[in-house]
């Protein structure tokens, strides 16, 4: 059976897609960016706009780093000030589980979703981190191995709070002893879309047994249809189908007038997403040590990591994806001697590929073969460039998608669940 594709729009800001010098980038924090890239997004008929959000810049050296977006809005803000300005587009939310309480953010998520009839979505994350907490009064330290025990209780915890509406509620377990009356009417969508991230064994698990939708690093086949395979087949435990899940990669993506005017394209974009400074900014999350004296067109450093706890950035979940520095310094060196690469190079070649590139009619036939062959349901797209860097895939990859039936040529329902076929 032919399978639908899902698309969901990423606002770019805390990653290393972004492209700031580009002359079409604009402000992430004015009001008409998000707007112009979440009315693209419902003009292409897109399942939701996705809202990232960071509790604390991330900073190297004792500097902030030079890709985080300085000033963003608070989300539930954005979110409701564009349920104004948009019809059916989902709109969800990163909130963090280990920093908030259940009732204020169960109460602020039913309240999206009565103001956008049906359209909010929580991307449920944990937090373990002593530097972000330093923010907050709980003073910033969770255990690891506690941080999805607090957030499955959090979720089931407003969850009892979604499905009471006005009335009465009492919830007590080793995290949360709260009682009171909640004051919000049962919305429209009962509890909002809940999203997922974790890749670990724990965030799989928390998300077969309560996620609507799971995002995924993995977006080549083999790897795709492996994660695939392993979160679905999790589903059954919890007395819930497949098709309760909706695998969703995230996903950027160049275009051209060819493929190989696409492949160009890319390159130069890969280029300007990591200059000398960030390739170095980057090395240092590694080798957990200075390296300002390198030249980023040099060799990589001959010094060896430091390990430990103690690390040089601080806030960064990339720090967290190399748990085996010394492991991971010497692949980067056979790597680079296999094909003459500089620091700048090898930082290209490990961290800035393009999930697709190439003409409209190649990107629409790279995603449906993804999707057919159940290595994705669908892919979060992350433009590089905001608030435009949509537009092009909406008014070119999105109609041929329509044309091979795979993608909806208009909405069929007013909720965010309809748009992804969960209840």
Same mark, same amino acid.
Not at 164 to 182: A, C, K, L, M, W
């Given at each position: 059976?032919?399978?639908?594709?899902?698309?969901?729009?990423?606002?770019?800001?805390?990653?290393?897609?972004?492209?700031?010098?580009?002359?079409?980038? *604009?402000?992430?924090?004015?009001?008409?960016?998000?707007?112009? #890239?979440?009315?693209?997004?419902?003009?292409?008929?897109?399942?939701?706009?996705?809202?990232?959000?960071?509790?604390?810049? /991330?900073?190297?050296?004792?500097?902030?780093?030079?890709?985080?977006?300085?000033? /963003?809005?608070?989300?539930?803000?954005?979110?409701?000030?564009?349920?104004?300005?948009?019809?059916?587009?989902?709109?969800?939310?990163?909130?963090?589980?280990?920093?908030?309480?259940?009732?204020?953010?169960?109460?602020?998520?039913?309240?999206?979703?009565?103001?956008?009839?049906?359209?909010?979505?929580?991307?449920?994350?944990?937090?373990?981190?002593?530097?972000?907490?330093?923010?907050?009064?709980?003073?910033?330290?969770?255990?690891?191995?506690?941080?999805?025990?607090?957030?499955?209780?959090?979720? /089931?915890?407003?969850?009892?709070?979604?499905?009471?509406?006005?009335?009465?509620?009492?919830?007590?377990?080793?995290?949360?002893?709260?009682?009171?009356?909640?004051?919000?009417?049962?919305?429209?969508?009962?509890?909002?879309?809940?999203?997922?991230?974790?890749?670990?064994?724990? *965030? /799989?698990?928390?998300?077969?047994?309560?996620?609507?939708?799971?995002?995924?690093?993995?977006?080549?086949?083999?790897?795709?249809?492996?994660?695939?395979?392993?979160?679905?087949?999790?589903?059954?435990?919890?007395?819930?189908?497949?098709?309760?899940?909706?695998?969703?990669?995230?996903?950027?993506?160049?275009?051209?007038?060819?493929?190989?005017?696409?492949?160009?394209?890319?390159?130069?974009?890969?280029?300007?997403?990591?200059?000398?400074?960030?390739?170095?900014?980057?090395?240092?999350?590694?080798?957990?040590?200075? #390296?300002?004296?390198?030249?980023?067109?040099?060799?990589?450093?001959?010094?060896?990591?430091?390990?430990?706890?103690?690390?040089?950035?601080?806030?960064?979940?990339?720090?967290?994806?190399?748990?085996?520095?010394?492991?991971?310094?010497?692949?980067?060196?056979?790597?680079?001697?296999?094909?003459?690469?500089?620091?700048?190079?090898?930082?290209?070649?490990?961290?800035?590929?393009?999930?697709?590139?190439?003409?409209?009619?190649?990107?629409?036939?790279?995603?449906?073969?993804?999707?057919?062959?159940?290595?994705?349901?669908?892919?979060?797209?992350?433009?590089?460039?905001?608030?435009?860097?949509?537009?092009?895939?909406?008014?070119?990859?999105?109609? #041929? #998608?329509?044309?091979?039936?795979?993608?909806?040529?208009?909405?069929?329902?007013?909720?965010?669940?309809?748009?992804?076929?969960?209840?």
């Amino acid at each position: 059976m032919t399978k639908q594709i899902h698309l969901a729009a990423h606002f770019p800001g805390v990653n290393n897609t972004t492209v700031w010098s580009d002359p079409a980038a *604009g402000s992430h924090i004015e009001f008409s960016s998000f707007v112009h #890239l979440a009315q693209t997004a419902e003009r292409a008929k897109f399942d939701f706009f996705f809202l990232a959000e960071g509790l604390r810049l /991330r900073e190297q050296g004792g500097r902030i780093y030079d890709l985080d977006v300085v000033g /963003r809005p608070d989300t539930f803000t954005v979110l409701a000030a564009l349920a104004a300005v948009t019809d059916r587009l989902g709109l969800a939310g990163t909130i963090n589980s280990t920093f908030n309480e259940p009732y204020e953010v169960a109460r602020q998520f039913a309240s999206l979703d009565h103001l956008s009839a049906g359209r909010a979505a929580w991307n449920v994350v944990t937090s373990w981190d002593a530097f972000t907490g330093e923010n907050f009064r709980r003073g910033g330290f969770l255990a690891r191995e506690d941080r999805y025990t607090r957030a499955e209780s959090f979720l /089931r915890t407003a969850w009892k709070l979604f499905d009471t509406g006005v009335g009465p509620f009492e919830h007590t377990d080793r995290h949360f002893d709260i009682s009171g009356t909640f004051g919000v009417p049962r919305s429209p969508q009962g509890r909002p879309v809940i999203l997922q991230a974790g890749d670990s064994e724990e *965030g /799989r698990e928390f998300a077969a047994a309560t996620a609507d939708a799971i995002f995924s690093r993995y977006a080549t086949l083999e790897e795709g249809q492996r994660f695939y395979r392993d979160v679905k087949g999790r589903l059954a435990r919890h007395g819930r189908s497949p098709e309760q899940l909706k695998i969703l990669p995230a996903a950027t993506f160049v275009l051209g007038d060819t493929d190989a005017d696409a492949q160009e394209k890319a390159a130069e974009v890969r280029r300007q997403q990591v200059s000398g400074a960030t390739a170095i900014r980057f090395l240092e999350q590694v080798w957990n040590r200075d #390296l300002s004296g390198y030249d980023p067109d040099g060799p990589l450093p001959e010094v060896e990591p430091l390990t430990g706890e103690n690390t040089i950035a601080k806030g960064r979940a990339s720090v967290r994806m190399f748990k085996d520095p010394v492991a991971t310094v010497r692949e980067w060196r056979e790597r680079a001697a296999a094909k003459n690469l500089s620091i700048r190079d090898l930082v290209i070649d490990v961290s800035a590929r393009q999930t697709f590139t190439g003409s409209a009619a190649s990107v629409a036939t790279q995603i449906n073969d993804l999707v057919q062959q159940d290595a994705a349901d669908g892919f979060i797209l992350v433009p590089h460039v905001t608030p435009g860097g949509l537009d092009e895939f909406a008014d070119t990859v999105v109609p #041929l #998608l329509q044309d091979r039936g795979v993608f909806r040529a208009d909405y069929t329902g007013p909720t965010l669940r309809d748009h992804l076929g969960v209840r």
